[in-house]
């Protein structure tokens, strides 16, 4: 029997001058877990006349968290981080009561041929840290877990399971896995997970019950528990989820929280030029950046 309740499939969406496919939200799964957002950027070939650039916007309530298998972004934010992430790195940042960022393509990168493909995820904070003070991390790939196991290689990207932790500072008790296969392999990994849970396949294809699956489709599970299916060889997915929180969360645009009043404030906020953070400050200045920024959508 499935043990598959929902099919996602990717919806194409712009984020500045780049398209991605959108995953999360979706009007009959609005998030999994604490995972509210998620969209796969490429893969794509980019040209020497194409760099993404995606121009300081802001955030409020939750964490973003940028995961690549190809390619460079430079990430820059107004509480002064500058780091460029490469394929199997993380970069987390929290927003917490408010952080703007900018991600572009290196300047070194910007004349050249490249490829770009990853994963741009938001984390919802608990309701007690929706207003906490806004940090960034960066986690090399070489810190990362990974292990072979019943065949797959499993990275633990996020959060908790099989007994291992990984260090990316995350707020709730979540996961993020990436599995790999190169021989047809079926697994149970029900037992590892906890709360809702959703596999994103990325390559290959995956099989539950009768049911074949392939790229760009998030499976949502019944019951995480119960989490089996067969991996196809050279196969690739991704596989998310944790304890959901008692309180609905909130979205518009860039802005996440149990709380309608603030979604509203950090709206007028960023209109009025002295979003949270910077009350006491002119408009928030990336350094690096040229003041150009994404204004509040109508």
């Known amino acids: 029997m499935s043990n598959v309740s929902l099919v996602i499939e990717e919806r194409a969406a712009s984020i500045g001058n780049f398209m991605v496919g ?6 009959q799964k609005r998030a999994v877990g604490p995972f509210v957002f998620i969209d796969h950027m490429g893969p794509a070939k980019m040209s020497e006349r194409q760099n993404m650039d995606v121009l300081p916007h802001p955030h409020i309530g939750l964490s973003t968290l940028t995961y690549l298998f190809e390619g460079s972004i430079m990430h820059r934010d107004s509480i002064g981080s500058v ?7 993380v970069n987390l940042m929290t927003a917490g009561k408010g952080v703007v960022h900018s991600e572009r393509t290196p300047d070194y990168l910007r004349h050249s041929e490249k490829n770009m493909h990853g994963l741009q995820i938001w984390i919802a904070l608990p309701k ?6 806004p940090s960034f991390v960066h986690i090399e790939a070489k810190d990362i877990p990974q292990w072979e196991q019943n065949g797959v290689h499993i990275k633990l990207v996020a959060g908790e399971a099989f007994g291992k932790k ?8 979540l996961f993020y896995l990436e599995i790999k296969s190169k021989n047809k392999t079926k697994l ?30 998030i499976l949502i599970a019944k019951d995480s528990k119960l989490c089996e299916f067969e991996m196809a060889e050279n196969t690739s997915v991704c596989i998310f989820g944790g304890e ?3 309180e609905e969360r909130f979205i518009y645009w860039n802005f996440v929280s149990s709380k309608k009043e603030l979604i509203e404030k950090a709206k007028q906020d960023w209109e009025n ?3 949270p953070t910077f ?17 509040l959508p109508l």
């Not at 007690?128 to 003070?133: A, P, R, V």
């Not at 990984?166 to 008790?173: A, D, E, I, R, T």
């Not at 590892?192 to 009768?210: F, N, R, T």
């Open 273 to 275: 030029k002295v979003f």
């Open 83 to 89: 780091m460029e992430i490469k394929p199997g790195e």
């Open 188 to 217: 149970n990994i029900g037992k590892d997970l906890y709360g809702e849970s959703g596999l994103y396949i990325l390559e290959g294809s995956v099989k539950d019950g009768e049911n074949v699956y392939e790229p760009k489709q």
């Open 128 to 133: 007690e840290l929706e207003e906490c003070e």
């Open 244 to 246: 959901p929180f008692p």
């Open 166 to 173: 990984s260090p990316v500072p995350v707020y709730s008790k």
């Open 279 to 295: 009350i006491d400050k002119p408009f928030p200045k990336i350094d690096g950046e040229t003041g150009e920024f994404v204004p």
């Open 22 to 27: 959108r995953l999360l939200p979706f009007r």
